[in-house]
């Protein structure tokens, strides 16, 4: 009997995604007891729709550009499947994996992802039907427990950094500039956010960096902006979306600065920046500016690291090498065994530990309840180490695109 | 009597101005009829706070760094000059162009600067003092007149042209997704915004193009992002934020979304791209994210333009040695002389033909009012080719900035 290997993408994208989706093929293309390589379109949607497609079919040097094209190649997916397993769609899932023979399924994704894959392999389980899951972190976020980092963390982090460092010289070029309020994604954690810290290596990081870890004190916020604008003339903030204040609501649905925001929509298009932005405005007049990175922070493969390129593409060849050995039902973790010179080790996570969980930073890191410490520094700064040189053609990322 | 240098840096900030400053420094070095070379800080605000520093003091190594640092390395000033050249601010400067012995000044700015190298040039004369006045252009909105281009602009728009791929890879991933609105900057001309097209040459550039050369017009709009919207399930804007409607009003400043605009500062806060969101969500009820590029389109120094870097470090040698020649009161300009292979040669232009005056694209560069077409690519391609290998300490660039 044919045994294939089905790998999928799910979750929001990040600039190393595709470096595990090469790792997987090109580890997979090695070992005889995987017949054929499938790829599902748009995660586990494309076993519902069919949209299955060979991989061992695209040109292998369009292949290789995976390893710095940003976002899913295959495409992704936000689907939850159901709690209840006699779901009449785990029996559609199971009928194309019978169709497709597919024994084994490698899921990249992230906390979401992962709840796919521990119900997937507890059906397989019930059904009797022989396909190990297994699956491969994936999150800009790093929001996964047990793993040391996740891939995709790396990358964005030094994004980030380097871009807090543009502009803080940016801003810094007038005697009198404004307030500056950096909004980086992140809903309920702050590592992302924590990532601007770094630039301060350089004397380029922001004054003050608010997480969603410690509760948001406005009134302790505009009086920090006041004394460092009074001091600097110019104020550099970096804000995680989730912040919340202390009773636990996000200060970004604050309406007290947004009247009718149903009616306008604010609540949805606008970001805590902005509400920030209008709060320092309107208590202390001071010229104010919001910057949101948006979605560079996710794709920028211009400032990939290439620790995290390489650990995203081991990934992927592990989680082969794994459930070829019998692994299923685990996600692939890094374990930091050294910090100088840093190294990690690949290991097997069971998925009930992982899925729906959320790390967060330890309040040990966190230091004046708006800026990080040695702590954090000494673990995100291996992360960023490295760079990729980028093909280039015409002055423009030479990228792959699967065609579908 | 000894003759000495001064150069400044006024307006906005780029990401080659101080490769411009290092041209200057590096070739008046090499002068023997140059004794000392001055930085006045914060553009001509440093003669009148008598900030005045001595370049020849700086590290030469530390000074190679400006060749890729972003921002003013001398600071910088938005200030323009009394009309009235009997005022007494002009006395104050001749002062100090006086006590620091100052008989070549060189201005390195966009519009607004040349304003004050055409006033100072007119002052000078006017009192009869030996000091000669030439401007070096810098802008990455590229709407200097008569110059094929200024200095800025071709980092600008490689910055906006593969951030935008990287979006198209980014918002692509999803079967269905948003209407993707990204404002560019641009008040008066469209010229960064047309920057997004060359992504169109990776298929990977924008659906539409709006720029303030164009009227908006909102049912026209709203039309084409329901038919590409159903067709592709997302769609990708570019917009500049200075796109005016018929009547010349801004559609920034268009109240019919927000109401209340000036209690709550939208005006000031908010931009093109939001108040395009709220309409497509609230005629067309599309899911729709708004992206505004904010200030990194004028600090990414990991995406310069070896062309343009190249030539923004030439200009300022060009001036070094114009003005030892005694060219006064005009500004460095490039004429493109051949296209295949793209070639410049550097000019002087009278300032009056210069200052206060906006350059836009060609109506003929322009199609079906959202896009632009292949004369325009034909002239920007050249414009961001090669690359520059930044130096990494630690995975942050390597930045240099003047001790003050």
């Given at each position: 009997?044919?045994?294939?290997?089905?790998?999928?993408?799910?979750?929001?994208?990040?600039a190393?995604?595709n470096?595990?989706?090469?790792?997987?093929i090109q580890?997979?293309?090695?070992?005889?007891?995987?017949?054929?390589?499938?790829g599902?379109m748009?995660?586990?949607?494309?076993?519902?729709?069919?949209?299955i497609?060979n991989?061992?079919?695209?040109?292998?040097?369009?292949?290789?550009?995976?390893y710095?094209?940003?976002s899913a190649a295959?495409?992704?997916?936000?689907?939850?499947?159901?709690q209840?397993?006699?779901?009449?769609?785990?029996?559609?899932?199971?009928q194309?994996?019978?169709k497709y023979?597919?024994?084994?399924?490698?899921?990249?994704?992230g906390?979401?992802?992962?709840?796919?894959?521990?119900?997937?392999n507890?059906?397989?389980?019930?059904?009797?039907y022989?396909?190990?899951?297994?699956g491969?972190?994936?999150t800009?976020?790093?929001?996964l427990?047990?793993?040391?980092?996740?891939?995709?963390?790396?990358?964005?982090?030094?994004?980030?950094?380097?871009?807090?460092?543009?502009?803080?010289?940016?801003?810094?070029?007038y005697?009198?500039?404004r307030?500056?309020?950096?909004?980086i994604?992140?809903?309920?954690?702050?590592?992302?956010?924590?990532?601007?810290?770094?630039?301060?290596?350089?004397?380029?990081g922001?004054?003050?960096?608010?997480?969603?870890?410690?509760?948001?004190?406005e009134k302790?916020?505009?009086?920090?902006?006041?004394q460092l604008?009074?001091?600097?003339?110019q104020v550099l903030i970096?804000?995680?979306?989730g912040?919340?204040?202390?009773?636990?609501?996000?200060?970004?649905e604050q309406?007290?600065y947004?009247?009718?925001?149903?009616?306008?929509?604010?609540?949805?298009?606008?970001?805590?920046?902005?509400?920030l932005s209008h709060?320092v405005?309107?208590e202390?007049?001071?010229?104010v500016?919001a910057?949101e990175?948006?979605l560079?922070?996710?794709?920028?493969?211009?400032?990939?690291?290439?620790?995290?390129?390489?650990?995203?593409?081991?990934?992927?060849?592990q989680?082969?090498q794994?459930?070829?050995?019998?692994?299923?039902?685990e996600?692939?973790?890094?374990?930091?065994?050294n910090?100088?010179?840093?190294?990690?080790t690949?290991?097997?996570?069971?998925?009930?530990?992982?899925?729906n969980?959320?790390?967060?930073?330890?309040?040990?890191?966190?230091?004046?309840?708006?800026?990080?410490?040695?702590?954090?520094?000494?673990?995100a700064?291996?992360?960023?180490?490295?760079?990729i040189t980028?093909?280039?053609?015409?002055?423009?990322?030479?990228?792959?695109?699967?065609?579908k």
């Amino acid at each position: 009997m044919e045994k294939n290997l089905l790998v999928a993408q799910s979750g929001g994208p990040t600039a190393v995604i595709n470096a595990s989706l090469l790792g997987v093929i090109q580890e997979a293309w090695k070992q005889k007891t995987v017949h054929q390589i499938y790829g599902s379109m748009h995660g586990i949607d494309g076993l519902f729709n069919d949209q299955i497609i060979n991989l061992k079919k695209i040109n292998p040097s369009d292949l290789e550009k995976l390893y710095y094209t940003p976002s899913a190649a295959l495409g992704s997916v936000r689907r939850c499947l159901p709690q209840d397993l006699s779901h009449p769609l785990y029996h559609q899932l199971l009928q194309q994996f019978q169709k497709y023979q597919i024994h084994y399924f490698l899921y990249i994704g992230g906390n979401d992802s992962m709840d796919t894959v521990l119900k997937l392999n507890q059906f397989f389980k019930k059904v009797n039907y022989p396909c190990l899951v297994l699956g491969i972190p994936k999150t800009i976020d790093n929001d996964l427990v047990i793993t040391d980092h996740a891939p995709g963390y790396g990358s964005a982090i030094k994004y980030i950094a380097n871009t807090i460092q543009e502009i803080h010289f940016d801003i810094s070029c007038y005697q009198r500039g404004r307030v500056n309020i950096v909004e980086i994604m992140g809903r309920d954690s702050g590592w992302l956010t924590a990532g601007s810290k770094l630039a301060c290596l350089n004397q380029a990081g922001p004054d003050l960096i608010y997480l969603p870890e410690v509760a948001f004190d406005e009134k302790s916020f505009l009086k920090k902006v006041q004394q460092l604008y009074q001091k600097q003339q110019q104020v550099l903030i970096c804000v995680s979306e989730g912040i919340k204040d202390k009773t636990g609501k996000y200060v970004m649905e604050q309406s007290a600065y947004f009247e009718d925001n149903d009616v306008f929509g604010h609540l949805q298009l606008g970001g805590v920046a902005k509400v920030l932005s209008h709060l320092v405005k309107k208590e202390l007049n001071l010229p104010v500016r919001a910057i949101e990175l948006n979605l560079c922070q996710r794709c920028a493969s211009h400032f990939l690291s290439k620790t995290d390129v390489t650990e995203a593409y081991q990934a992927g060849v592990q989680a082969v090498q794994l459930i070829l050995n019998g692994h299923t039902g685990e996600m692939i973790a890094f374990k930091r065994v050294n910090q100088q010179p840093y190294q990690i080790t690949y290991a097997c996570i069971p998925i009930e530990q992982i899925a729906n969980q959320v790390s967060y930073i330890p309040s040990s890191w966190i230091q004046d309840d708006c800026d990080l410490n040695e702590k954090f520094i000494h673990y995100a700064l291996p992360l960023i180490q490295g760079e990729i040189t980028l093909p280039y053609h015409n002055g423009l990322i030479d990228f792959y695109s699967i065609k579908k």
